[in-house]
């Protein structure tokens, strides 16, 4: 599986940005997909995650703000952010892996990564 993250960009806090993750391979049904995001100066953080079914997980501070949908025809998934803070700054990846997890070592395959800037 080949993943390829884009739409990252410069933002003002309180403004919105969607991620998109295109992946290619045949069975992307049977991946649960992630997001992490990584600071600058600070390690890989864990952002939320979807299964083939449309089960979501998130991490609390992005709970409420951000949406991950997943359109497994286009074999894409999606990260909605919405209400975004400086603190949301970061290098985004998607991630592909067998199950929902909030742990970057249980995923097989990660995107290139996709920078957001959110602005004060």
């Known amino acids: 599986v080949q993943l390829q993250a884009s739409g990252g960009g410069l933002v003002q806090a309180g403004g919105s940005l969607r991620l998109s993750c295109a992946a290619s391979?045949?069975?992307?049904?049977?991946?649960?997909m992630g997001w992490f995001r990584q600071a600058p100066g600070k390690g890989r953080e864990f952002v939320g995650s979807i299964n083939g079914g449309g089960g979501t997980y998130y991490t609390d501070s992005v709970k409420g703000r951000f949406t991950i949908t997943r359109d497994n025809a286009k074999k894409t998934v999606y990260l909605q952010m919405n209400s975004l803070k400086p603190e949301d700054t970061a290098v985004y990846y998607c991630?592909?892996?067998?199950?929902?997890?909030?742990?970057?070592?249980?995923?097989?395959?990660w995107g290139q990564g996709t920078l957001v800037t959110v602005s004060s």
């Open positions: 991630a592909a892996g067998p199950f929902l997890s909030a742990v970057a070592a249980t995923y097989d395959y």
């Open positions: 391979g045949r069975t992307f049904t049977g991946y649960s």
